[in-house]
């Protein structure tokens, strides 16, 4: 009989504080077999990451294992010594974080920490860990090695780093592999990549996966077997198939109601999310955790005793659910509760672009730059952007980190100034106006809200002060009671309670800090909001709630959306408008149908491919983009996506800049392809047929 990788059960955590033992997760079981992908699934705070560290038995000071099992390949973790412990991690069990910066040691170059692993497990000397790991920086796909090794890590990107996180927890060939949130920031193309890295080499070296993430699309599309999780408990488990096509559990059918899918629509089908919060685990309701935030609650039957998980009869495969209700609900005429909106048409133009660049001077000192003339160079960050934005519309700008984006937004904001071209807002030309020089109406009449809350909220002042100083700041009020009273409606607004006015951002949760964000953007009256990521590290619910309420507020205050985003599902169901951005280049706009059906520009369908979708009604084309983006010092003399493209035609496609092309007014596409060919390609998303699987995948030569 074959061993199990990874057996758990009916395993407790419990943290102890000073108010006492809190349990953190309770009777928890899973097996995980040899090549075997599982995924865990579940809002922040249920206990997934819990899981992952008590598997590596690394829970801290305050933390540890109250009961059952966790067997690594017939062995129990729980009774290894520290000198076990420290040979099975990192060795056998490998773990891959969600923010690689801080798996990576700043102050140590790339080769010094990759070289540690096969060093510290395997006793090899420093010029064959070297080897190994220039080996296996090959296999994760990061371009020229030797560069890589030399370097720290703050001189590679986000997606780059990630990939060497994994290179380092694949060095020893470990058998099981712990992946937290190992995509949440990074752009779709690169995750996409490092999902097909991960499943290649599992493959290649018999690797188990354990995915935690809270994106059911990447779960979908890279696990066997899901277990979703809320408040320290499993309460739905089984196949994928079963799971995401037979949903038995309502807290499973309230994740897939809070996320966009192929067939959302923000008026007809817009978003549901979960109504209430997550209880704190000293805090949990009597019977079902999930009670308190269940439509189909039923008092003294729910709560009565603790719910245990149910084999359901007549599943194809193991499928159980912790609800004692299962079988009464009507789950195929289910719907949660939905506002329909009505549609709210654009109004009149307030932002105008016309061919705006913006491009960094950059000096270069040596001698053999100076000597060939060329010791001055430009980092061309944005090149002939054109565009428009209305009243009450959601323009979403997307494309992969360095495209420009960033870039746009400061220039739009007055934190850098355009090199060329012209930027009307409200019928002021703003282009080279630096924000000092901006009048307080002008500030005040474009705000921001940031994808990190923490960054931006003052840790040391109250919710209530940082709002009534954007009031103050901008003339809005002078009178402290209505000072008071308008930041009261403000958090009405965000529909957070008045008294957190009082709360300073460490007694927040994160969505509950992303609302303030979005309360203090809209504290001035802006006519134009800019959203940078806002939602991409929420979660699902999180964002649903997040995404409903700037449509309300846009609805009121008939404020302009720009919505900056790599996630092209959120922007799908959000966005009136798409502008579609390549190396600082727009390479297609148009309303949301038009750019997300064909004709596509190849890098369009490239980002809409890469898309993880939940769905299993649909399927679609995979295209595999190779190489990373060119250089932004020394960008291309034809299309910028020439050097990436599966599409490509030749050398015109290298040397002349691409034609515009219109199928319909407005939809344009910056490519080279007739338009007639462009048309043909048929769509990314498909319904299903009867059949299995979708088309081959289209790779980038």
Aim: net charge negative; charged share 25%; aromatic share 6%.
């Amino acid at each position: 009989m074959t061993v199990p990788i990874l057996e758990i059960k009916d395993l407790c955590l419990s943290y102890f504080t000073r108010a006492g033992e809190i349990p953190a997760v309770v009777d928890f079981n899973l097996t995980l077999n040899e090549g075997e992908t599982a995924g865990l699934v579940g809002e922040s705070g249920c206990g997934k990451s819990t899981v992952a560290l008590a598997i590596m038995n690394y829970l801290g000071d305050n933390g540890g294992i109250v009961g059952g099992s966790i067997k690594f390949k017939g062995r129990d973790i729980v009774t290894m010594s520290t000198e076990e412990l420290r040979r099975l991690r990192g060795a056998d069990i490998a773990m891959v974080y969600q923010e690689p910066m801080a798996a990576l040691n700043p102050s140590m170059t790339i080769g010094r920490q990759l070289a540690e692993v096969p060093i510290c497990h395997e006793g090899v000397d420093m010029a064959t860990a070297l080897k190994r790991a220039e080996e296996l920086l090959d296999a994760v796909r990061l371009p020229d090695a030797k560069r890589i090794l030399a370097a720290y890590p703050h001189q590679i990107s986000g997606g780059q780093q990630q990939r060497v996180v994994i290179a380092m927890a694949l060095l020893s060939k470990p058998s099981l592999l712990l992946l937290d949130e190992p995509t949440t920031a990074l752009d779709v193309t690169v995750e996409a990549g490092i999902v097909e890295l991960i499943a290649d080499l599992g493959r290649d070296f018999g690797t188990s996966n354990l995915y935690i993430s809270h994106n059911l699309g990447l779960i979908r599309e890279t696990c066997d077997r899901v277990f979703v999780m809320y408040s320290g408990e499993v309460v739905e488990e089984g196949s994928i198939d079963e799971v995401f096509q037979a949903t038995r559990h309502p807290y499973t059918t309230g994740l897939f109601s809070a996320i966009p899918m192929p067939g959302s629509d923000k008026y007809d089908r817009p978003l549901v999310p979960i109504r209430g919060q997550l209880p704190l685990p000293h805090k949990r309701p009597p019977g079902c955790n999930f009670g308190p935030r269940c439509d189909h609650f039923v008092e003294g039957r729910c709560d009565a005793r603790r719910i245990p998980l149910d084999r359901l009869s007549g599943a194809a495969r193991p499928h159980a659910v912790r609800c004692i209700r299962w079988e009464e609900i009507d789950w195929a005429e289910y719907q949660p509760t939905q506002e329909v909106i009505e549609p709210m048409p654009p109004g009149e133009r307030v932002l105008r672009v016309e061919a705006m660049q913006k491009y960094y001077e950059v000096t270069d000192r040596s001698l053999i730059a100076v000597l060939r003339g060329r010791n001055v160079r430009y980092v061309k960050a944005n090149e002939s952007l054109s565009f428009d934005a209305r009243r009450q519309q959601t323009v979403a700008i997307v494309g992969e980190s360095g495209c420009g984006k960033s870039t746009f937004a400061k220039v739009l904001m007055g934190l850098e100034t355009a090199t060329e071209g012209r930027i009307r807002f409200n019928g002021d030309e703003i282009a080279d106006l630096p924000v000092e020089q901006r009048s307080a109406e002008q500030i005040g009449s474009l705000q921001m809200v940031f994808q990190n809350p923490n960054e931006t909220l003052n840790p040391s002042h109250t919710i209530g002060s940082q709002i009534a100083r954007v009031i103050k700041k901008f003339g809005i009020e002078k009178d402290p009671k209505k000072i008071e009273e308008r930041v009261f409606k403000l958090l009405d607004t965000v529909k957070l309670p008045r008294d957190f006015a009082r709360r300073r951002p460490r007694q927040l949760s994160g969505g509950q800090k992303q609302r303030v964000g979005i309360a203090r953007a809209f504290a001035g009256n802006p006519a134009m909001v800019i959203a940078d990521e806002p939602v991409s590290a929420l979660d699902v619910s999180v964002q649903a709630a997040v995404t409903q309420l700037l449509m309300e507020i846009q609805r009121d205050h008939g404020t302009t959306l720009l919505f900056i985003s790599h996630d092209l599902s959120v922007v799908r169901y959000l966005a009136d408008r798409i502008v579609v951005m390549y190396l600082g280049q727009i390479m297609e706009q148009g309303t949301t149908d038009e750019v997300f059906s064909p004709p596509y520009h190849p890098y369009t369908e490239a980002l809409l491919s890469a898309v993880p979708i939940a769905d299993t009604s649909f399927e679609k084309r995979r295209i595999v983009l190779e190489g990373d983006l060119p250089s932004a010092l020394d960008t291309p003399a034809g299309c910028p996506f020439a050097s990436r493209c599966p599409r490509k035609l030749g050398d015109i496609c290298d040397t002349t800049p691409p034609p515009i092309v219109e199928p319909a007014p407005g939809h344009r596409i910056a490519c080279h392809i007739p338009l007639a060919e462009l048309q043909a390609v048929p769509p990314v998303f498909s319904q299903k047929d009867d059949g299995d699987g979708g088309d081959a995948p289209v790779v980038a030569a």
